[in-house]
């Protein structure tokens, strides 16, 4: 079991650098694919099994297939027609990159306990508990992402909509 | 786990996955005979006893071809996109019982391949990997047709899997598991506790879904011969185009088979308790379980020989406009009646 | 006046659309269980209808002697200008004063028009209903005497293809 962790892991981390570091938009969509299915294996490996298949349903099955569309559509699969950075930006991201990382490294280390908790599996791989969690502690937060998402799609179909006339 | 308990799952794996394969054999000889039944033809029935070796001449013909990779496409994709089709085509049958529980070696083991308390959700899990093998061939092949194709399924499938997901929620919401053995049991005793008598309409959006997601006559608009010329399999000879062609047919044996677990009672038959009738009983259910799956492969080619392929538009009209709100009206009334009954 | 024609305007029912489309299935399913059309070629052959005008034959008379006397009239009446006699002086002696040393008719010009028979004052030559005769050369689709005389004896008994020694198959 450890052993398909570290090479689960390893994979998430090296599909997501390669979403990162390929030029090519159509490669980055699939790594991202591939790196969304290493997550579910890693929530499989927690037997939470509920979310791993959420997570292959949602991320990988319909929102990279969109991404994949625009992609497509847009016809950005083609490495040359992507800007070269320049030096500043380069500087930039590195710059941002790193302060993330030492963030999330010193929240792990001093954080301690909070985020060592462990878990009861049966609580966390159950659809029932999932679903009384959404309805009753998160209901707030729950009702705000659905009203976000409304807006979201408001704003589309008022935008597709202009761009007609 | 033991080494008969490791030995029986690979029985099992190996039994599922041939079993496949011959369906899908079987199936692409089904559907030449009676598409050419249909229209007053004989169809083959050269090759072995009323033409039952075509597939397997077909097979050897597709081996023997030159595999052509044309000029410029993008070849890892080129290469991959006909395995990303076919692999979850085929896995997607892991979670279907097939049969009640045999009994051997003074040992239960139930007819499926893997019992996942999540069953439904992976099987909408794998349909929707599968589109990636059509979208990515599609754009890989560095041409018009297979890349609208692509664009094409990618939209379908997004808008129709929708559809069957809420379908299956108003039958999720009856059984009150996600696990296909308790939706089967909860179908068990006469004719009426079918699935099909109690959600009809969900049934009847449940299967206009299935033929749209598997890419199938009146909704295949991604490969639309006449207008796409084959759409995303365009570019693709030998093999890999015989991988496209096992893939949609494994695909419709697993949605025929899908279909008759959710709402024919999958391998339950009325009036009897196949459960205490032991060896007879699981022959019994597994011969009822191919039947009905039978069925639904015959209405599979049937529809296809009888209706007009759907303009681009309708489909989408369809499937917004009609099938959701349809679905979701139908998700309110399940909800409501169980809601006042218990 | 202009009169305003209306069209067909669909009814609820129609609109539901499965009524009509479970109508489409039981026609298919109809037509599933129909006699097929299908003549299954080198094993049954499709007996074309009299009057049919497939290859030539040139008959014989009572005595098995060629009824042709050689006169050129149906290579005249051809359109197609596949006829080619070559006569001679009858060696028999019945009244007939010539007959076709050679007489050819190439296969591959001819267009069946059926006139040659018209024209024939001896209905020596006929059209029959034979339409398999195809072969890989074109010297072979030439057809001379002694192939329309043959053709003759295969054919003088009535029907060429419901005459079951035609219909086995030589592999």
């Known amino acids: ?23 090519n938009p159509v490669y980055s969509a699939v790594m991202l694919v591939l790196c969304f299915f290493s997550i579910a294996t ?56 790193v302060i993330i990382f030492l963030g999330i490294l010193t929240l792990t280390m001093w954080a301690g306990g909070d985020l060592h908790q462990t878990l009861n599996p049966s609580s966390v791989g159950d659809i029932k508990a999932v679903g009384k969690a959404l309805f009753t502690d998160f209901l707030l937060p729950f009702e705000v992402a659905s009203l976000l998402l409304l807006v979201a799609l408001i704003g589309t179909v008022y935008l597709a909509k202009r761009r007609v006339k | 786990m033991d080494f008969l308990a490791l030995l029986i799952i690979c029985v099992k794996v190996l039994l599922v996955f041939a079993a496949t394969m011959l369906t899908v054999l079987l199936m692409i000889y089904a559907e030449r005979r009676i598409s050419a039944f249909i229209q007053g033809r004989l169809g083959p029935n050269r090759v072995g006893p009323h033409g039952l070796l075509q597939p397997i001449a077909d097979g050897i013909k597709f081996l023997m071809k030159e595999d052509i990779i044309p000029a410029g496409v993008d070849k890892p994709i080129y290469l991959l996109a006909p395995a990303m ?35 439904i959700l992976y099987i909408l899990a794998l349909t929707s990997i599968g589109v990636y093998g ?10 018009k047709y297979p890349l609208i194709g692509g664009l094409r399924s990618s939209a379908q499938l997004i808008s129709y899997e929708l559809t069957m997901g809420l379908a299956i929620v108003s039958i999720v919401l009856l059984s009150g598991s996600l696990r296909l053995n308790d939706i089967i049991s909860q179908q068990q005793g006469h004719f009426l506790s079918w699935n099909v008598f109690k959600q009809p309409l969900a049934f009847l959006i449940f299967l206009i879904a299935v033929y749209a997601e598997t890419n199938r006559l009146p909704f295949d608009l991604t490969e639309a011969e006449q207008e796409l010329v084959g759409g995303y399999h365009t570019e693709y000879s030998s093999m890999k185009f015989a991988m496209f062609y096992m893939a949609e047919y494994a695909n419709m044996i ?68 009609v099938m959701l709100p349809l679905a979701l009206f139908n ?7 169980l809601a006042l009954t218990i | 006046m202009a009169t305003i024609i209306k069209s067909y305007e669909p009814t609820f029912w129609d609109k539901l659309y499965i009524p009509a489309l479970v109508q489409g299935l039981l026609v298919t399913f109809k037509h599933l269980l129909r006699k097929k059309v299908t003549i299954q070629y080198p094993e049954e052959k499709l007996i074309p209808p009299e009057g049919y005008r497939g290859l030539h034959r040139l008959n014989k008379d009572a005595n098995g002697r060629i009824k042709c006397v050689a006169c050129d009239m149906c290579s005249a009446a051809c359109p197609a200008d596949c006829i080619d006699i070559i006569p001679g002086s009858s060696p028999w002696d019945d009244g007939k004063e010539r007959y076709p ?70 592999e």
């Open chain 2, 85 to 119: 089709l076919l692999i979850p085509a085929l896995m997607t049958f892991a979670v279907i019982p097939f049969g009640s529980d045999i009994t051997l070696f003074g040992r239960n083991i139930p007819l499926q391949v893997a019992d996942v308390n999540v069953g």
């Open chain 1, 1 to 23: 079991m450890t052993f398909l962790f570290y090479f689960v892991a390893c994979l998430t981390i090296i599909s997501a650098l390669f979403v990162v570091l390929n030029r």
């Open chain 2, 254 to 321: 697993t949605a025929a088979a899908l279909t008759v677990t959710l709402f024919f009672g999958g391998w339950d038959l009325p009036f009897l308790n196949e459960t205490s009738m032991g060896m007879l009983g699981v022959v019994l259910s597994v011969a009822a379980f191919i039947l009905k799956t039978a069925f639904f492969l015959f209405l599979f080619i049937w529809v296809r020989w009888t209706f007009p392929r759907f303009r681009y538009d309708q489909l989408m009209n369809l499937g917004w406009k």
């Open chain 2, 134 to 143: 059509l979208v990515l061939a599609g754009w890989a092949s560095n041409s």
């Open chain 3, 101 to 170: 040393v050679s007489f050819e008719i190439d296969l591959l010009k001819c267009i069946f028009c059926g006139f040659c028979e018209m024209a024939c004052p001896e209905e020596a030559i006929e059209l029959t209903e034979i339409y398999d005769f195809s072969d890989y050369t074109r010297e072979k689709l030439i057809i001379d005497k002694d192939g329309l005389l043959d053709v003759y004896d295969k054919t003088k008994d009535k029907n060429y293809y419901s005459n079951s020694q035609n219909l086995t198959i030589k």
């Open chain 2, 331 to 337: 998700i309110f009334i399940t909800a409501g009646y």
């Open chain 1, 42 to 97: 890693l929530y499989l490996l927690l037997e939470a099994y509920f979310v791993a298949v959420l997570e292959i349903i949602i991320y990988a099955g319909a929102i990279m297939v969109l991404f994949l569309f625009v992609i497509m559509l847009l016809d950005l699969g083609r490495e040359a027609a992507l800007p070269k950075l320049k030096k500043l930006d380069k500087a930039l991201s590195l710059f941002l990159v």
